[in-house]
C-alpha cells in the first residue's frame, strides 16, 4: 500500500515524487541506477546480453522519466479550472522534430551527468545518440519551423499544444544510384519510440463523406445533420518538449487513424477475412504516410482526408478541455489561441464553425466571431502552385458538410463586400473563397484569411509581396489583418547542440545565458572580434567541424575533400526557385576556367549539395542527376580536382544538418528574389560563423541589415526588378548569346560531356532555361559568377574573413525562434507566460 497524500492535488503528488527521487534525480548516481533499471525492466535485458539499441531505448526512457514531472505540471495548468491561462494551439501538418534525445539532455541540463552515468556502464553517448532514428514528420522548412516554435514556446512557460499527424512512415529516405534519387521508405517506428505516451483514452470520432439533412430542433431552430458514410477514429500520442531549464514542458500532440471497430467477427464467422479486416486498413491509410502524392485523384482526396482528420481531432480536443476547465463554449478565444501553419489546417475554420452551430446549436453570427477571434494564419508562400485548392467535386464527395458551410461563409462574405464596394464585380470575383474559372476549385488561403483574425507572413519583404500580390485584394479590404513575423530558430539545437565546441567557446567568453537570450547575449562577442588569441580559437574551432564533416561525406560518399579548403554549402529542399542549378552553372563555368588555366584558381574550394526532391518533381530531380554528374566529372579530374571538388550528400535531415551547419564557411542562399517566403536554413548558417552569398530574397535582407553590408555577399535582381522584367518580355536566348562563359558551360551540359555522350538527358533543364527561365537564372548568372569571386578574394585573408565570421554570429541573435514566438505572443495570440509554480524557484 502506497503512502497516504492528504492532498491528492497535482502538485502534491509531484513534490511527493520529487522527493522520493525514484526516477526523478538529475545526478549521475540517479542517473546510472534508472539506466540499469530500464535496461532490466523495459528491454528485458542484463546489461552483458543488452545491443546498442537496447542501451539507447533504456536511456531515452531514463531521460523522458526526468521530463514528466514537469510534463504533468504543465498539462494540468493547461486543464486546471482556476487559472485564466491561455493556451497556443500549434496547427500544423508537418513536424520536423529531429532527433528527441541530445535536445533533451541539453534542456534539462544533464549532459554531463548522462555521460558520466554512461561511462560507468561502459557506454558513450556520442554511440547511443547516433543510434536514435529521426521522426521524419515533415518535409523541410515548414516543420522545422514549428519544432522550433515549440521549444520556444516552453522555453518561455508559454502553455501550447503543438497538433499534427503521427505519420507511420515520414519523409522518405533518399539514396543515390548512378546520379539519381531513389526514395526508401522511411520506417522511424520499427523498433518503436519511447518518446511518446499513447493517449488511448483521448479518442475522437471523424466523420467523412455520405450526405446532410436539414430539420428542425425542440425550439424550432433550422438545423443540419451530417450523416458521415465512414467514421474513423483519432487517437492521441504525446511527447513531452521540454523547455531549456525551465519549469514548463509542453507536448506535442499527434493523431493515429484508427477504424473505430478494428474487427468485424460477423465476416469473419462466413470466412470473407479480407473483410474482417478492411475497414482497420482502409481507416489506416489516413496516417500512414507524409504527403502521399496528390497527382493522382486518389492522393488527392487522401491529403485532404489527413488535414481534415488532424484539424478535426485537434479542434474537438481544444473543445474538451476548454470545458474540463469549467469555461462556457462562447469564450472559446479567450483561452486558445489557433494557429494555422500554412494552408494545410485551413479547414479549421469551417470546422470549428460546423462544431459550434451544428453541435452544440451556437447561433452563426456568434460562431463565426469566436472562430474568426480563434484562429490565426500564417503564410508561408508566394508560389501561387503551393496555395492549396481543392476541386469541388472533390470537397463534395468528402466534406458535404463543410462545403455548405464554406459557401454559407463565402455569401456573408461577398454580401458585406457588395456593400462596401458597389459596382466591383472583379474585386468579389478575385476575393471569393470559391474560384469559379474553368473547374471549380475552393481556395484554401482565401477562406483561412477570412476565417483569421491576423494574417501573417514569415520576413518583411515576404509580408510586403504578400500585400502587394497573392493576398493583394485582402490587404485591400482588411489592412488591419496584416503584419509580418519573421522566422527564427532556436539556439538550443542549432549552436548549443549541433556545434558544442563553439557553444564552449561562447560560454567561455561570455557565460552561457546566451543559450535562454540569443538576442541580447550574443551581440557581446563583438568585443571580441579584435581579440587575436579569440580569433584563433574560432578558427580552431571551425576546422575542426569541417574535419567532422568532412569524415561524413567520406562515410557517405566515397568522397575526400580537404578541411582546408572554402566549404560552400547548399542544403536545402530541391525546387527551381531556390535554383541549385545557378550555382552548377557557375560550378561548370569554374570547371571551363580551370581546364583552361589553373593558376588564376582562387583558394580550393568543397562545394556541397544536399536536399531531397518531392518524387514526383522531375526537375529536380534532374537537377540532382546534373550535380552528381558533374561532381563526378570534376572530382575524376586530376588537375581540377586539386582545387574544386563538388558533394551531393545523401539524405540529409535534421540528423545530418548537426553536422553540415557548423562546418559552412559560405552559405548559398541564391533563390529568385520574391520568390522565398523567408528561409530558416541562412538563420542557422549565419549563427554558427558561415558568410552569406544570397540575393535580397526572404529573410536575406534581415540578415544583411543585422550583420553588416560588408559581411555579406549579396547579388542580383531586386523584386521589382524581377516584375519589370519579366513584364517587359524577358528573354533568356538573348543572355545566352551575349554571354561567352554562359554559353560555353550551357553548351558543355547540352553536349552530353556531363552525361556520357547523352545530349538528351540534360535536355529539358537546358530547354526549360532558354526558353522560360521562369526563376531568372541567366539573368543574374554573371552578377552570381563575379560576387563568387568576390568570395575567393575575401577567403584568402583569413584573419579578415574570421572577423566577418565572428560578426555574423554575433549579429545573429534576433534570429532566435524565442524573439518570433514574443513577437506572436504580443501581436497575434495576445498570450502570456504561466508563471512558475512556487516548487520550481
Keep these: 500500500m502506497g503512502p497516504a497524500i492528504a492532498n491528492d492535488s497535482p502538485a502534491n503528488a509531484i513534490s511527493l515524487i520529487a522527493s522520493t527521487n525514484v526516477r526523478t534525480g538529475l545526478g549521475a548516481d540517479a542517473i546510472a541506477t534508472a539506466l540499469i533499471e530500464n535496461l532490466h525492466c523495459l528491454q528485458g535485458k542484463l546489461p552483458r546480453d543488452a545491443t546498442r539499441n537496447d542501451w539507447?531505448?533504456?536511456?531515452?526512457?531514463?531521460?523522458?522519466?526526468?521530463m514528466m514531472e514537469r510534463y504533468v505540471a504543465t498539462v494540468g495548468s493547461i486543464a486546471e479550472a482556476n487559472t485564466d491561462a491561455k493556451v497556443v494551439a500549434y496547427l500544423s501538418a508537418e513536424f520536423l522534430t529531429g532527433p528527441h534525445l541530445g535536445n533533451g539532455l541539453i534542456n534539462l541540463g544533464i549532459w554531463q551527468a548522462v555521460e558520466e552515468a554512461l561511462s560507468r556502464v561502459g557506454q558513450d553517448l556520442s554511440g547511443l545518440l547516433e543510434e536514435e532514428e529521426e521522426p521524419g514528420l515533415g518535409n523541410g522548412g515548414l516543420g522545422r519551423l514549428a519544432a522550433c516554435y515549440m521549444d520556444s514556446l516552453a522555453t518561455l512557460n508559454v502553455p501550447a499544444i503543438g497538433y499534427g499527424i503521427r505519420y507511420e512512415f515520414g519523409i522518405f529516405d533518399q539514396v543515390i544510384r548512378d546520379g539519381w534519387q531513389v526514395e526508401v521508405t522511411d520506417k522511424w517506428l520499427r523498433f518503436g519510440n519511447p518518446w511518446e505516451i499513447v493517449r488511448s483514452e483521448i479518442a475522437f470520432e471523424v466523420k467523412f463523406g455520405g450526405r446532410t439533412e436539414p430539420y428542425h430542433d425542440e425550439a424550432g431552430r433550422y438545423r443540419v445533420r451530417w450523416l458521415p458514410e465512414k467514421v474513423v477514429k483519432g487517437i492521441a500520442y504525446d511527447t513531452p518538449i521540454p523547455g531549456y531549464r525551465v519549469p514548463t514542458t509542453n507536448l506535442l500532440r499527434l493523431w493515429k487513424a484508427e477504424a473505430t471497430e478494428s474487427f468485424d467477427f460477423e465476416a469473419f464467422n462466413v470466412g470473407d477475412y479480407y473483410r474482417a479486416v478492411d475497414e482497420k486498413v482502409i481507416s489506416e491509410t489516413i496516417s500512414k504516410v507524409l504527403y502521399p502524392n496528390d497527382e493522382p485523384e486518389a492522393g488527392k482526396q487522401l491529403r485532404l482526408a489527413q488535414q481534415y482528420f488532424f484539424v478535426s481531432c485537434s479542434l474537438q480536443d481544444m473543445i474538451r478541455l476548454l470545458l474540463l476547465r469549467g469555461k462556457p463554449l462562447n469564450e472559446l478565444h479567450s483561452y486558445w489561441a489557433a494557429q494555422l501553419n500554412d494552408t494545410h489546417p485551413s479547414i479549421a475554420v469551417a470546422e470549428l464553425l460546423r462544431i459550434l452551430v451544428d453541435e452544440h446549436a451556437m447561433e452563426w453570427g456568434r460562431a463565426?466571431?469566436?472562430?474568426?477571434?480563434?484562429c490565426a494564419y500564417t503564410n508561408h508562400t508566394l508560389l501561387a502552385e503551393a496555395l492549396e485548392r481543392w476541386p469541388l467535386p472533390l470537397l463534395a464527395k468528402l466534406l458535404p458538410r463543410h462545403l455548405e458551410i464554406i459557401y454559407e461563409i463565402n455569401r456573408r462574405f461577398l454580401d458585406d463586400l457588395r456593400v462596401r464596394y458597389p459596382n466591383d464585380d472583379q474585386l468579389l470575383r478575385r476575393l471569393s473563397l470559391i474560384d469559379e474559372a474553368g473547374d471549380k476549385h475552393i481556395r484554401m488561403a482565401h477562406l483561412a484569411s477570412v476565417g483569421s483574425h491576423a494574417i501573417n507572413g514569415v520576413a518583411l519583404l515576404h509580408t510586403e509581396?504578400?500585400?502587394?500580390?497573392?493576398?493583394?485584394?485582402?490587404?485591400?479590404?482588411?489592412?488591419?489583418k496584416f503584419l509580418n513575423v519573421t522566422n527564427g530558430v532556436t539556439p538550443r539545437r542549432w549552436i548549443a547542440l549541433s556545434n558544442p565546441k563553439l557553444s564552449a567557446l561562447i560560454t567561455r567568453h561570455i557565460g552561457d545565458r546566451w543559450v535562454a537570450d540569443l538576442e541580447h547575449e550574443l551581440p557581446q562577442l563583438e568585443r571580441l572580434v579584435v581579440d587575436t588569441d579569440f580569433q584563433k580559437d574560432w578558427q580552431v574551432v571551425k576546422s575542426d567541424n569541417k574535419r567532422v564533416l568532412a569524415g561524413l561525406i567520406k562515410e557517405q560518399t566515397g568522397i575526400l575533400v580537404d578541411p582546408n579548403s572554402l566549404f560552400d554549402i547548399q542544403v536545402k529542399r530541391l525546387h527551381e526557385y531556390k535554383r541549385q542549378h545557378l550555382n552548377l552553372l557557375y560550378l561548370v563555368t569554374l570547371y571551363n576556367r580551370l581546364r583552361r588555366d589553373s593558376s588564376t584558381a582562387g583558394p580550393p574550394r568543397t562545394v556541397i549539395f544536399g536536399g531531397k526532391a518531392a518524387p514526383g518533381y522531375r526537375m529536380a530531380k534532374l537537377i540532382i542527376k546534373l550535380i552528381n554528374s558533374v561532381a563526378g566529372t570534376v572530382n575524376q579530374d586530376p588537375l581540377v580536382s586539386q582545387i574544386l571538388k563538388v558533394v551531393f550528400l545523401p539524405d540529409f535531415n535534421v540528423k545530418n544538418s548537426h553536422r553540415v551547419y557548423p562546418a559552412a564557411d559560405l552559405s548559398e542562399q541564391i533563390s529568385t528574389t520574391g520568390k522565398e517566403a523567408s528561409g530558416t536554413g541562412n538563420m542557422k548558417f549565419a549563427m554558427n560563423g558561415a558568410l552569406t552569398i544570397g540575393t535580397l530574397d526572404g529573410a536575406n535582407i534581415e540578415i544583411r541589415d543585422a550583420v553588416g553590408h560588408e559581411n555579406f555577399f549579396s547579388f542580383g535582381l531586386t523584386a521589382e526588378e524581377v516584375e519589370r522584367l519579366k513584364a517587359e518580355g524577358y528573354t533568356p536566348r538573348r543572355i545566352y548569346e551575349s554571354n561567352p562563359e554562359l554559353r560555353e558551360a550551357i553548351d558543355l551540359i547540352s553536349s552530353g560531356f556531363f552525361s556520357n555522350g547523352d545530349r538528351e538527358l540534360f535536355h529539358p533543364l537546358v530547354d526549360s532555361l532558354l526558353t522560360r527561365d521562369d526563376y531568372m537564372l541567366l539573368a543574374d548568372y554573371q552578377a552570381y559568377v563575379d560576387c563568387q569571386q568576390r568570395v575567393?578574394?575575401?577567403?584568402?585573408?583569413?584573419?579578415?574573413?574570421?572577423?566577418?565570421?565572428?560578426?555574423?554570429?554575433?549579429?545573429?541573435g534576433r534570429f532566435s525562434s524565442d524573439r518570433s514566438i514574443r513577437e506572436y505572443c504580443r501581436d497575434i495570440w495576445k498570450v502570456r507566460p504561466i508563471v512558475p509554480d512556487e516548487r520550481w524557484t
Design 792 to 812: 575567393s578574394h575575401a577567403y584568402s585573408d583569413q584573419n579578415a574573413w574570421t572577423r566577418m565570421s565572428i560578426l555574423n554570429s554575433a549579429r545573429a
Design 56 to 66: 539507447y531505448m533504456a536511456l531515452a526512457y531514463t531521460v523522458r522519466d526526468r
Design 465 to 480: 509581396l504578400l500585400k502587394r500580390t497573392v493576398l493583394h485584394d485582402f490587404h485591400r479590404v482588411s489592412p488591419e
Design 368 to 374: 463565426w466571431a469566436i472562430t474568426q477571434q480563434t
